[in-house]
Structure formats: structure tokens, C-alpha cells
């Protein structure tokens, strides 16, 4: 991401509806090269570990990730900092858009979460903050915590990079019930990941349709 780099509104405006149209945009400071691509790219059936640490939510409250927030819900996880100006806010924006086309969902049946890559700086408050800008509604979680507790979790679900301002932009989607995940780098648009959200609520639902025909089938 580009250091010391601060972009008018109206630029920024420029870059996010470029991303949702998928053109190439660079994601990070020349020198690092890192994922520049046009079209978004998925990583099906992802695996992922959840760390046995406790993070920090943007009201301050100590949280555990699988436990408290992925749990058996529906999960768009997206990672990013707070003193980036030109990738992260673009990530949330997409976020905030996912946010809007889940309605009520979110914090029912969907979880949304967005984690710090830079705890050093990001405390709570300034996540709240943060969060502020894109409108986060209940069931969208901002996290942070100790250094060594976020590279755990961010190493446990393949989003850790040695220099934070230097990963990938990413959003993950998946299911807490049945581990399914998958990864989605780059701008990728809010449709496809609501659609990745529905894919995967239908899967459940057929599950337990399956689980019910059976169960009944075995009834005297």
C-alpha cells in the first residue's frame, strides 16, 4: 500500500468504482508488486485454522473469532488498517456494499468481520472510528489485539504478511457450521460475494433437507 499517501475523496471515488468494474488497479506501493491484477481471483475450499487468542472488538470487548463471531454463521472476513488511504478503504467500501445487499441478515444469519493488519496503531477506539466511515451496523466486527495475537490469527487463516502494508487486498467468505471457505483477492465485486454468502446457504439448506429425509426415512 502506498506510504504517505493521502487521496482526495473525489480520487477515491475514482478508484472504488474502478475496482467494482475490474479494471486494474495497482494495490500497493510500486516496490512492492504484490497482486496487481484486473480481474479478481477465487481460491475454492480454502483451509483455515482459528488461533486460541483473544482479540479486541471496536467497543473493547476481548472476543475469540471462532467462538464468538464465527460460531456456526455465514462469515465475509476482510483485513486491513487504519492509516491506509488508498487498498483498505476500498476493501471496506465493498464491504459496506455487501453490508447493504445482506440487510437484515447481517448479524442474524451472516457475520461480518474486518481485521486490523496493524495492531500496533489500530486500537479499539480507533477502529470505532474507523468503522464509522462505512456506516458498520451491528454484526460487523472490527478487530485488533496484542501483536502476537493477530499475527496468530492472521497466519491460522493465510492472510499474514511479513510487511502489513504489503498484503494482498482479500476477502474471505465462508461457513463456520461446515468449514467451507473460500478466498477472494483483489477488488472483487460485492455480487460475487453475496453470491459466494447464498451459495453456501443453500448448501446448508440441502444438508438439512438430506438430514430430515433421512431421519424420517429411519422413523418405524
Known amino acids: 500500500m502506498m506510504k504517505g499517501c493521502n487521496i482526495s475523496a473525489g480520487k477515491l471515488l475514482v478508484l472504488f468504482g474502478a475496482s467494482l468494474l475490474a479494471t486494474s488497479v ?122 502476537q495475537s493477530i499475527d496468530q490469527t492472521l497466519k491460522g487463516l493465510g492472510a499474514w504478511a511479513a510487511d502489513y502494508e504489503a498484503h494482498p487486498p482479500l476477502i474471505m467468505v465462508g461457513d463456520g457450521r461446515s468449514d467451507r471457505w473460500a478466498r477472494f483477492y483483489g477488488f472483487t465485486s460485492p455480487d460475487t460475494l453475496v453470491a459466494k454468502v447464498d451459495e453456501l446457504s443453500r448448501a446448508r439448506q440441502s444438508l438439512a433437507r438430506n438430514h430430515s429425509a433421512m431421519h424420517e426415512g429411519t422413523q418405524p
Open 26 to 147: 495497482q494495490a500497493h506501493s510500486p516496490e512492492h508488486h504484490i497482486h496487481e491484477q484486473a480481474e479478481p481471483t477465487q481460491a475454492a475450499d480454502a483451509m483455515v485454522h482459528f488461533a486460541e487468542v483473544s482479540l479486541l472488538d471496536q467497543t473493547g470487548h476481548s472476543v475469540n473469532l471462532k467462538e464468538d463471531l464465527v460460531a456456526d454463521k455465514l462469515v465475509v472476513m476482510s483485513f486491513i488498517y487504519t492509516t491506509c488511504t488508498t487498498v483498505c478503504p476500498v476493501v471496506s467500501g465493498l464491504m459496506r456494499q455487501v453490508q447493504s445487499q445482506l440487510g437484515e441478515r447481517v448479524g442474524d444469519e451472516v457475520q461480518l468481520v474486518s481485521i486490523s493488519v496493524d495492531p500496533l496503531r489500530d486500537t479499539p477506539s480507533r477502529l470505532l472510528q474507523y468503522s464509522e466511515n462505512f456506516n458498520a451496523g451491528t454484526g460487523w466486527s472490527w478487530l485488533t489485539g496484542t501483536t
